[in-house]
């Protein structure tokens, strides 16, 4: 059996008088797409921010590399190799591309104040680094054009494919995307699709919240499907295509 990356045990999470996920849970194997779907309302980003501490569960466990994770800040679960994006990207618009790249880098040793004044060598040999492995990641996504350009001037899938690139520079383990195939153009779809199975490839496992079914079908190996805040189903693709359960949840019927 696949030695998972990521689980989550009986989740929940209530807002006021409104339970939003309900012992809620997720097996994420290490070197594979996973998706995660549900119709609207069914508690999917709540998961996310819960399973990345974005906000804190009121009971359940997350073990990322065989290690918990619930009592950490989000920060240092992302130094630990899990990162995300969000279904509207995060980027600094009055930063350049290459800027709201560099922010992702770790270990920056020009963070630390009294190296700038003992090892400005090494922070420039550093800095020179980052900046050529943020042009190799932005000329693989097709922005290196774009590297000294405003983030604000970027269409909405461009912003999408920067926010994924700055999630890069972490060398992650583990990435979670927030919907990101929404408001994207088709050809820009294909285009982000292709990055996620080659990054896959790569050694990056993926978890994927996508109301885009073909999206989901494609790209996933394994699908776990929320609704009203608890788990639905989990199978391959073409078992969750013929759930009954899913069926009527998404269609009512």
Same mark, same amino acid.
């Given at each position: 059996?696949?030695?998972?990356? &990521?689980?989550?045990?009986?989740? $929940?999470?209530?807002?006021? +008088? ?16 996973? +998706? ?23 009971? +359940? ?19 630990? +190799? ?57 000329? $693989?996504?097709? &922005? ?9 001037? &970027? ?5 999408? &494919? ?70 639905? $189903? ?14 009527? $949840?998404?269609?009512?019927?």
């Amino acid at each position: 059996m696949t030695v998972p990356i &990521l689980s989550a045990k009986n989740l $929940a999470k209530s807002f006021g +008088g409104v339970q939003a996920v309900k012992d809620a849970s997720i097996v994420v194997p290490q070197g594979f797409i996973t +998706g995660l779907i549900g119709p609207n309302g069914a508690g999917k980003t709540t998961f996310f921010n819960l399973l990345c501490n974005f906000i804190q569960s009121d009971r +359940g466990t997350v073990q990322f590399s065989g290690q918990p994770i619930q009592n950490k800040p989000p920060h240092q679960v992302a130094q630990m +190799g899990m990162v995300r994006t969000f279904q509207v990207p995060k980027v600094l618009c009055r930063l350049t591309v290459m800027g709201n790249m560099l922010l992702g880098a770790q270990g920056q040793i020009g963070e630390n104040l009294w190296r700038v004044w003992w090892q400005g060598k090494q922070i420039r040999r550093q800095e020179q680094e980052n900046k050529e492995k943020a042009m190799s990641i932005l000329s $693989a996504i097709g &922005l290196s054009r774009m590297a000294d350009s405003y983030a604000g001037a &970027l269409s909405g899938g461009q912003r999408k &494919l920067l926010e994924m690139g700055r999630a890069l520079m972490t060398d992650p383990k583990l990435i979670l995307l927030d919907e990101p195939a929404a408001g994207v153009n088709p050809a820009l779809i294909e285009e982000i699709c292709a990055h996620i199975q080659t990054w896959n490839q790569q050694g990056i496992s993926f978890l994927i919240i996508e109301h885009n079914m073909d999206v989901i079908m494609s790209l996933c190996d394994r699908i776990w499907v929320m609704a009203e805040g608890q788990n639905l $189903a989990d199978g391959t693709p073409a078992e969750i295509q013929n759930d009954p359960r899913v069926l009527e $949840a998404y269609l009512g019927s």
